[in-house]
């Protein structure tokens, strides 16, 4: 209000030099002074539309930082909804070992199954929250310079939402296709409507190769969101951090949203390790295996299988705060990784579960 005021005021002063009837002619220095008044008017034009520009940018960059926190508070969501998927597939696959190793007798199925026990009948969906993504998307125009470079890796994360729809959407359907196909036998219907479970249903789970086929087939597409969801776990983890590093911390990091472990923890799993249970399946890296020995290091605080110096596979601490009756993660320390996961027992066994059948690996 001032710097108009101030403008006004130089606008009447050379409005009067050229209207006052007295003065005849103009002085040498008469123009010195009008040309002096316009440069301060320019001047003070240009300053506020500077000070008006500057104003805009810093509420804009405002507004960018506090929409980074919405995509801070997404990610802190997405972390917390992967727990149940990657225990849902870590308890899955668990299942789907017993049933092909023929773990579960008769009185197994007489006792009667739940859907989760079927395997075959249950599915799940990883969602991921996108409210700040959205946001960030409608600001890409005007993205302020220092926040570029994150701006770049949050849209890079994102690009999962298309192939995460797709595995969604391919798990719901091969369930249905399931349970439409099982409506046609006799038992499928009749022993739920007495609630029972009868020879035939029995006989199903316990002889028939095509329940083992369907159940391969299920874990197969539970193991596509297990794989994107541990994934997007583990960027989401780095990217709330990343973020916290470039705006600061505002509240107390939920104990969930690390992947590191404590000194104390790494020193008890580091070591070499010999199978002493199961047979590699074809998926697993046999290249990391020599003489049945797998070794287990440490560097930054993640936990490696080493392969050598230069090569080696990262195993994430899946530090999980919540738990859910129908898939368990046991209280023994888990960690995922890009082949599937590493489960560590109090009697120095390691349990590894991929691809193919889960192997029991015994520290040396």
């Known amino acids: 209000m001032l710097l108009l005021n101030f403008l006004t005021d130089r606008f009447k002063s050379i409005g009067s030099k050229f ?20 440069f301060m008017v320019v001047t003070g ?25 919405i995509v801070q508070q997404n990610l802190k969501s997405d972390i917390y909804n992967s727990d149940n998927t ?6 899955r696959d668990s299942l789907r070992h017993d049933i092909m190793m023929n773990k579960f007798d008769r009185e197994y199925y007489e006792n009667g199954l739940n859907y989760w026990q079927q395997v075959i009948v249950y599915y799940n969906q990883y969602q991921i929250t996108t409210d700040g993504y959205n946001l960030l998307l409608d600001m890409k125009d005007e993205v302020p310079e220092k ?35 099982l409506a046609y036998s006799h038992w ?25 086929a369907l159940v391969q087939k299920v874990v197969n597409a539970a193991a596509l969101l297990d794989g994107m969801a541990r994934s ?31 000194d104390s923890l790494s020193k008890e799993y580091i070591g070499n390790y ?49 738990q859910n009756r129908m898939y368990p993660i046991k209280k023994n320390p888990v960690f995922i990784s890009s082949f599937g996961y590493y489960e560590f027992y109090k009697n120095e066994k390691l349990r590894i579960g991929a691809a193919g059948p889960e192997t029991i690996w015994q520290k040396q």
């Open 86 to 91: 990657i225990a849902h597939f870590h308890s």
């Open 232 to 262: 997007h776990r583990i960027k989401s983890i780095d990217m709330y951090h990343e973020i916290n590093d470039l705006l600061g911390v505002v509240e107390e990091v939920p104990e969930n949203i690390t992947y590191i472990i404590d």
């Open 147 to 181: 926040y570029s470079e994150i701006f770049k890796k949050i849209k890079k994360m994102y690009k999962i939402i298309p192939t995460l729809d797709e595995y969604n959407s391919n798990f719901k359907k091969i369930i249905w296709n399931i349970h439409d196909e």
């Open 274 to 322: 010999k199978l002493v249970d199961g047979e590699m399946g074809k998926y697993f890296p046999k290249h990391i295996i020599e003489d049945s020995i797998l070794e287990i290091g440490i560097k930054d605080r993640i936990l490696y299988v080493m392969i050598d110096e230069k090569h080696s596979i990262p195993l994430y601490y899946f530090k999980r705060i919540n």
């Open 45 to 69: 034009i240009l300053l506020a539309l500077y000070i008006d520009r500057w104003n805009s940018s810093q509420n804009f960059e405002n507004q960018f930082e506090a929409t980074l926190r």
């Open 188 to 212: 499928f219907w009749i022993d739920g409507y007495y609630g029972r479970v009868s020879e035939e249903q029995i006989d199903f789970f316990m002889n028939d190769p095509y329940y083992k």
């Open 19 to 38: 209207s006052t009837k007295e003065q005849k002619s103009f002085t040498s220095s008469s123009v010195i002074l009008v040309f002096i008044e316009l």
